[in-house]
């Protein structure tokens, strides 16, 4: 089965926050689009097979404890210890998704780009948002 491409009107919004980030770029992946600073990525977002659209990136291990817990719309990735991720849809709270990709560039930037970016506060300690 094919994927679905992403809505432009998605991959522009997401963009729009992660191009806000000191040498944050955006590419094609082999399926969908992918940002990274320097090497390193950041947030890679995809339709996949099941007609479902994810996007992929970077959280504290305290945090990938909790996303592993809570279930949909939040996964843990198959591929590295601190790689988590959410399904996309129409009800997407996009300012929670602001603050989660703000730690994932804060995690994969060079310390001296990641000090230039305000970081939100730890999500597991708002109103319980993240706890198990």
Request: glycine share 10%.
């Amino acid at each position: 089965m094919s994927r679905p491409d992403v809505p432009r009107e998605w991959i522009d919004r997401l963009g729009a926050i992660l191009s806000g980030f000191p040498e944050c770029v955006e590419e094609p992946a082999w399926t969908g689009v992918h940002w990274r600073v320097g090497r390193d990525g950041v947030a890679h977002v995809f339709g996949g097979e099941d007609q479902l659209f994810r996007i992929v990136f970077r959280a504290e291990p305290d945090e990938v404890m909790a996303f592993t817990h809570l279930g949909d719309p939040y996964f843990k990735g198959s591929w590295g210890t601190n790689v988590v991720g959410m399904l996309l849809d129409e009800d997407t709270d996009w300012q929670e998704l602001a603050e989660l990709l703000t730690d994932s560039y804060c995690i994969q930037a060079p310390r001296h780009l990641a000090q230039r970016v305000e970081r939100p506060a730890p999500l597991a300690a708002e109103s319980g948002r993240l706890e198990s």
